[in-house]
Nanobody
Framework: QLQASGGGLVQAGGSLRLSCAAS????????MGWFRQAPGKEREFVAT????????YYVDSVKGRFSISRDNAKSTVYLQMNSLKPEDTAVYYC?????????????????WGQGTQVTVSS
């Protein structure tokens, strides 16, 4: 089970940190990812992180602004979001993927959290 939290309303240029707590599985053996979905749009990849946290990958639109990290001792993955823009407004989902390979493809992720709303005002 994945439980995402930390969303909210923020002004453009502001910051938020999303958290996703996992339970019931060996967290450290899952690649973790963040995705987002804006109204009327398809679910979009945001970031992913390897088992150890040593490898990360981001969609171009968030590079330099967002940072994904994980704490395996706490079974939690984070998404630090800085310099937020109105176009970052979406429901953000965390997801877990079996295996070692990082992926941008949402259909390859096996478990999903419930989503947390991020709204950035201009």
């Amino acid at each position: 089970q994945l439980q995402a939290s930390g969303g909210g309303l923020v002004q453009a240029g502001g910051s938020l940190r999303l958290s996703c707590a996992a339970s019931g599985r060996t967290f450290s053996r899952y690649v973790m990812g963040w995705f987002r979905q804006a109204p009327g749009k398809e679910r979009e990849f945001v970031a992913t992180i390897s088992w150890s946290g040593g490898s990360t990958y981001y969609v171009d639109s968030v590079k330099g602004r967002f940072s994904i990290s994980r704490d395996n001792a706490k079974s939690t993955v984070y998404l630090q979001m800085n310099s937020l823009k109105p176009e970052d407004t979406a429901v953000y989902y965390c997801a877990a993927k079996d295996g070692m390979a990082l992926s941008q493809m949402h259909r390859l992720y096996d478990y999903w959290g419930q989503g947390t709303q991020v709204t950035v005002s201009s």
